[in-house]
């Protein structure tokens, strides 16, 4: 565990009994509002700094990104991840030492060598979880959920090889009110505000097994991002939290875990 692993770690242990997830229902089924104390924002903006230092300054769909663009889109990725790790241990049941996320672990960050977003280890191996986030800014949720995808593996020109996860999980950030398109652009640079004041909530809204990712509901993607193609499945075909809550569990327990 490196400095930033044990930092996390004290906060919440400090936080045990926080309240992380509201239940929401919309019409589709359940998703999960996510929240946490102020000290552990501060943990993911001081990862995200770190991690901001050796990231591409291209963007997927290969755009130069500014330093301090970069820094704020590395921050919504590692609260995403964070947020899955509390799912994971108080939604799922998983316990807090068998969770690991990979920016807690890694001795540096100037490679990503043995990368991966976050893993459970069981008596029988590991089970790898992708977060997959994004923004939702010119909709509202239950129309996000009923229209868009679950994101698995995808490939471009910068990264042709990426391994299937095991579950694929889907953050998403929503704009409260929704924005259009010119001024999501400088939202961007609001996003710690914006937290805050609840205009932007972050939820998790629905997941995927691997054999569902890769099964015969699921297709390849374009997203108009240059020559990135995406295996997707959509939300609406996946199921909500409660679905993706019961596979999870039940891929642990199978793989020698015990809740």
Known sequence: MNAFGKEFTEIYKKNENYHYFNEVELNSGLVLEFQAPADLYNNCVKIAKEKAKYTMNYSQNLIVRT???KEIKQFKGVLAEMAIQLYLIKICGIPFDQVHRWDLVRDTFRNAFGEYDLKVTTEKGEIYIESRASDSYKTSLNRFVRRYDIIGKYSNSRKVKEKKADVYLRP??????CVKENE???KLFETYDLIQSKELILYLVSGAMREEMYGQKS?????GQNNTIYRCLKIADAGDMNRISESIRRKFIQSGGAL
Not at 172 to 177: A, G, S
Not at 219 to 223: A, L
């Open 184 to 186: 999501h652009d400088d």
């Open 219 to 223: 297709y390849t993607k374009n997203m």
């Open 172 to 177: 998403v950030y929503q704009f409260v009110p």
């Open 67 to 69: 330093k301090k663009e």
